[in-house]
């Protein structure tokens, strides 16, 4: 099946500082590509549609100043924690659907933010 | 969207078969049902998806009735490794207005 990594899989960093997480679709292209964040115990939450060559599409809350995406190529979406605070500490997931399907999402492994 | 309303929790025992129900009383004709699976810090996985009747493959069947206001992931033969959260989504199989909006899910955890 496709398949969908992740890096880096965890990340510590100090608080105020900015953290890039990579999400690749690595043996199909993906035109959208989905950000979910997931507390512990608690269900995926959508946070942005990440569009190959336009901008990402927010969700209600979601500030988008804070939480940067760029999709620059059909394989490639990063999503930027900026100014990153101890309650953006989080694990965080990427999604990209196969051609046809946009239900049948291959789902990154995920990272694991930490924010000190 | 159809909201989806499934059990917080179960419990099995190896071996058994599990039927896990969603409920999706407003279900729109273009909706089709998707379940997910989902391990402790990992990514959700698809297992299986259907529209109506029922679907089997080589993880799980999904039992969809006639007015589709309800469905049944059916996990034959569970293991320990079956132990996961399950998602029950609703939506149209593809639409570039879609999102794909989890509720709680199922945690399913299998006894030795």
New interface residues.
Partial sequence: GAVVSQHPSWVICKSGTSVKIECRSLDFQATTMFWYRQFPKQSLMLMATSNEGSKATYEQGVEKDKFLINHASLTLSTLTVTSAHPEDSSFYICSAPTSGSLWEQYFGPGTRLTVT | LAKTTQPISMDSYEGQEVNITCSHNNIATND?I?WYQ?FP??????II?GYKTKVTNEVASLFIPADRKSSTLSLPRVSLSDTAVY?C?V??????A????????TRLSIRP
């Fill in positions: 089709y998707t989902q810090s990992q990514g959700p996985r698809f998806q998602y989504l939506g149209e199989y593809y639409s570039s879609s999102k794909i909006i989890f509720g709680s899910g």
